[in-house]
């Protein structure tokens, strides 16, 4: 009967272990290279933002709209807020009644446009005679928002 190695059979065992993982791997990055290539295609982020009052006024607050749509389910969530500061450089502090968070019922593509339609769900931040329902445009190419700001309507530039 012939001796075992010990030293060499752990070797031959960490040499297979290689072997197989190196096989594997081809198969692994395909799989995570798809996955993320179809999440990206499916999933878009945008943050618009506009300085308020608008021009000729000096801006002392900033319109902030930003989510996460999903173009093939066509939903996603979208928070709108004021933030005091100036665009270029807004603070953390929000102005009080005038965040939003939406949730989004229906995205639709058409060339570079996104059409939105969503609802806010914290109805009791609404103002008086202010729609729960929520239509707005993103136009990628144009790098603007077009939604509505307290029943006026307004451009903000994508960042």
Known sequence: M?????????K??????IVVAG???????????QTSQTSE????GFRGSLGLPE????????????????????????TSRVLAGHPGDPSAIG??????VMRVTSADSQGSQIR?????????????????????????AGGVVHASFMGRPVALTLA
């Open 23 to 33: 096989a594997a791997l081809p198969a692994v990055g395909r799989i995570a290279s």
């Open 95 to 100: 102005l009080p009644g005038l965040t939003r």
């Open 41 to 44: 295609s499916k999933s878009f």
């Open 116 to 140: 939105v339609h969503g609802v806010i769900e914290d109805r009791s931040q609404l103002q008086r005679g202010e729609s729960p329902e929520v239509d707005f445009v993103v136009d990628r």
């Open 12 to 17: 031959l065992a960490g040499a297979g272990t």
């Open 2 to 10: 012939t001796e075992v190695n010990r030293r060499r059979l752990f």
């Open 55 to 78: 021009p000729p006024l000096p801006n002392y607050a900033t319109y902030v709209m930003e989510g996460t749509l999903d173009l093939v389910n066509g939903t996603g969530l979208i």
